[in-house]
Each structure stands twice: as C-alpha cells, then as structure tokens.
C-alpha cells in the first residue's frame, strides 16, 4: 500500500483482463430519521436473505435495483454526498476510545458456508495463475511481473489462507512458503538496508512502478513493511518449522532505520535525492506499526489514534479523520475502510478501537440508506487510467472523494470494493454486509479470481485481478472460518528488541 503507487503503463500491462435511488428532496428530508437509527443497525443480526429451490439450491437474492439509472442518479448521488458532511462532527466519547484488552471475535464466525468456500476457491486461482517459480514472489496485478511488499504479504495472507481451509496441501503449502521466505530473506535491498518498493517478480531486480528491466532502487515503505511484519508473527508462530526461515528475513532488514522517536520512516527518492520522512495517517499508520511493535520496535507515537483525531459527520455519522493533511503536512489523510478491516481480521482490534471501524462502516450504511448505492469504499487497483486510486470516505477536507496520490480528482471511478465488502461482512455479519456479500457474487466473479470491484457511474465491474484483493478476500474467509483474530489463533507474541540479533549499520 506505498502511497506513491504508479501501476504501468497500459501498454506495458494486463491491468484489464477483459478490460432504488430517491429524489434528492425527499431524501435529504428523511436522512436524519435515517442516521438516527444507522448505529442500531449497524450491529443488527441480518435477516435470512437466501431461499432454496425445492431441490434444495441456493439461490441468492437479485442484486439491488437503482430505480433511477445514468447520468441523472450520478448527479443526485454527487448532490447527497456534498451536503451529507458536517464540520466538526460527533465524537465518540472517551470512555469508548479503547483498544479491546481482549481482542474482538466477530458474530457470525465459524465453519463458511458452501457459497463462502466456493469464494474462497475463487479467490486462490489468483495466486495460482500469477505464482511465480523462480522467485516464489507473485505478481501484483494479474500477468504483470511486478509486487511491492504490501502485495507479498498478501501472498502470503492467502497461501496461509489456501492451506487451513483445505485448498492447498500441507506439502505444497511448506515449499511454495519455504521458497518465498527464502527469497524476502535474500533479495537485494534499497541501499542493503530494506526492501525496495517494488521487485520483479522473476528476476528479483529493484525496479520502478511499471518498468520491469531497469535496475531502478526508489526508496521502502514502512506501512508496507508492518504489514509484512505481522504474517511473518503469524507463519512463524502457527508453523514453528517455518520460524527461523521469517526470522531470517527479518534479520536481513536494517529494522532499526523503520522507526524514529516512536513513528514510523520511509523513504522515497526524489529528482536523484532520498527523503526520509514519518510515514502514516490514522488507520494505516496504526495498523503497521502494530507490526512492527510485535517485533520489539518503538513504535509508541505512530499507535497513538488520538493525538491527531479528529471528527466529521457524513450522513450523520462521526467518522475519525487525521487532522495531517496534505494542507498543512504533504501528504493525503485517506479514510479508507481496508486499515480497519485489517486491524479488526488480523489482530482483534488491537491497533485501533474499534468504534472507529463501527463509525467507518456506519457512515457507508447510511449513504446507502440516503442514495441506495451500496457502498464499500477503499484504495485499489483501476482497469483503467489512472489505474490506481484511493476511494476515500473523507481525504483533505472532501467528502466521498476519490483521488490519486497526486490530488487527481475521479469520483466517476468510485466502486463498491470486493475486498471491502467480504470484510465488512466477516466481521459485522448484518443485513447490509450480507447485501455487499451477495452483490460481490452476483457481479464479480471472473475465471481467475475476484474483479476487484463495480464502478458506481458506469455500472459495470472494474476488472482488474489483484492479489491485494484475492489476499484480504481469503483472509477474511479464513477469519470467519477459525473463529478468531488470526494473530490470536496463530498464537503470536510480542517480543523485546533484545531478544533477538538486530541488523546494525
């Protein structure tokens, strides 16, 4: 998740395998009878939503209709979206602004139903299709040999995910895992200290964004890297013969260059020049360093979600935002729905409260309620220029706005995320996820995997493949499947800095 990402030219890549709402009047007037009664139904138990055949098939209810279709439902939508936002907005008191001591197990968890495994089945040709045997690293997108180290933990998120949940043997689990650990605990590094941010996935050359032959070293992300840092906690703790092969990637990073007076650092490597700067806005920032403070770094100011907190109110719901933004720090403070997804699948909401992902979910349930657009909003890979963009709730002051990392506006491109949806639905199992999860199989199911999402205005799928997408989508399958925090069931455990031999300049 490098906020600098630039996927390649169209030219160069298979980004493209393929390549009801009421008036805004009556709308406005009923929104906040709406939002007054979201927060109830955001937790709600969902009703049964599926019926059987009388051979006993199930069959999934139709997709949701918007009665009013083209250019005029986009402008209506575009209307209730601007004048849903309301500065400064409510904030949640601070009796709730905890971290769970126990880690939080969401309803709904246990053996997947037929459908679920089915999805799951469907998400794990992805990886098969984009494997690559040389190195073990799989591609970021499909068909294009290129990933970043957030991708590869998705890889890894989803090997780990195939294997429990009976898709993979156990043999071609250890050696497909063997040989990527061995790859990240040899490749070459950004200066020898860290990870570049982006490898070719057959060659193991530093490369840029979308140019797989020239040698080009262009800094490490240390959001991407405490990504990783957790799934190396997870494999080595739930697999002890896989232990010492992630320590020895961890042992093969400079560590101590990821954190500087508690936040996290990355580098980028500007007109010939490297820049070393704090890396991270709230839900993301959080997250990784949670991983980074499993392996004993001093992370205490980039796990801090309160300092930099603030509240808007979209659709009558205080939802949390990082007061950093590019104004007044450079850099985009996304609200993305994926941060929390992760923070709730993988660690029990152990990096952030959890009444900030209820927010961040409450907040889309009563868009849809507003506008009948079902909403599951976060970053993702295009099959279209730009080709990547951050589908934000709120980001440098807007509402709903869908933007590059360059401030390139294309609220046209916002979709309804596949990744997004399966993990709002593993974790919150109400009506309204059970509709994201049914939308998610009636509309973007391809041969190789899941699309990543359907474009809101054009009505029709994006159809990227990704191995984020397929990643967050087996992993949260395998959350529901073993009924617990993945850290949690993987038995993973905090250590010191000194109980291990760090890399030193």
Request: charged share 20%; proline share 5%; no cysteine.
């Amino acid at each position: 998740m490098s906020s600098d990402f630039q996927p390649p030219p169209k030219s160069l890549s298979m980004l493209a395998t393929v390549g009801g709402v009421v008036t805004a009047v009556i709308a406005i007037a009923i929104l906040n009878v709406w939002s007054k009664q979201l927060s109830k139904a955001s937790i709600e138990k969902p009703e049964i939503s599926t019926s059987k055949t009388a051979s006993g098939q199930l069959v999934q209810p139709e997709k949701p209709q918007n009665p009013v279709s083209g250019a005029k439902a986009t402008e209506i939508v575009a209307s209730l979206d601007a004048k849903s936002v309301v500065l400064p907005g409510q904030s949640i008191p601070k009796n709730q602004l905890t971290v769970a001591i126990i880690p939080y197990v969401a309803p709904g968890v246990g053996k997947l139903t037929p459908e679920e495994t089915k999805t799951a089945r469907q998400a794990w040709l992805y990886f098969q299709r984009n494997w690559n045997d040389e190195t073990g690293l799989v591609n970021s997108v499909d068909g294009f040999a290129s990933v970043s180290m957030w991708d590869q933990t998705a890889a890894i998120a989803a090997l780990v995910s195939a294997k429990e949940l009976n898709i993979v043997p156990a043999a071609e689990f250890e050696a497909k895992m063997s040989k990527m650990l061995k790859t990240l605990a040899s490749m070459p590094l950004y200066k020898g200290e860290l990870p570049n941010k982006v490898y070719n996935t057959k060659t193991l050359v530093p490369v840029n964004y979308g140019q797989l032959e020239k040698r080009e070293e262009i800094g490490w992300s240390a959001i991407d890297l405490g990504r990783m840092a957790i799934w190396l906690k997870v494999v080595g703790a739930k697999y002890p013969q896989l232990r010492l092969e992630t320590e020895a990637v961890w042992k093969h990073w400079l560590v101590l260059r990821l954190t500087k007076n508690g936040q996290m650092y990355g580098t980028a490597v500007i007109k010939g020049k490297e820049q070393y700067n704090q890396e991270g806005r709230l839900g993301y920032e959080n997250y990784a360093a949670y991983g980074l403070k499993l392996w004993g770094l001093n992370v205490t100011q980039a796990l801090d979600y309160q300092t930099n907190a603030a509240f808007v109110d979209l659709y009558g719901q205080g939802i949390p935002y990082d007061r950093r933004d590019f104004k007044n720090s450079g850099a985009n403070n996304y609200v993305l729905s994926e941060p929390y997804i992760l923070d709730g699948i993988e660690t029990g909401f152990q990096a952030l409260p959890k009444a900030y992902a209820d927010r961040i979910l409450a907040a889309q349930v009563a868009r849809y309620e507003a506008t009948k657009q079902l909403t599951a909003v976060t970053e993702d890979n295009l099959d279209r220029p730009p080709y990547f963009v951050y589908s934000s709730l709120f980001v440098n002051g807007e509402p709903w706005a869908t933007i590059t990392d360059t401030q390139q506006k294309h609220n046209d491109l916002r979709f309804l995320s596949a990744k997004a949806a399966i993990g709002w639905h593993v974790l919150y199992n109400t009506t309204y996820t059970s509709q994201l999860f049914n939308f998610v199989q009636a509309n973007l199911n391809s041969k190789d995997g899941w699309y990543n999402g359907f474009y809101e205005s054009l009505h029709q799928p994006n159809k990227t493949l990704t191995a984020n997408n397929n990643g967050v989508i087996l992993e949260s399958l395998l959350y529901k499947q073993v009924g617990q925090p993945l850290t949690v069931w993987a038995g993973v455990k905090s250590q010191k800095l000194t109980q291990m031999t760090i890399r030193t300049p």
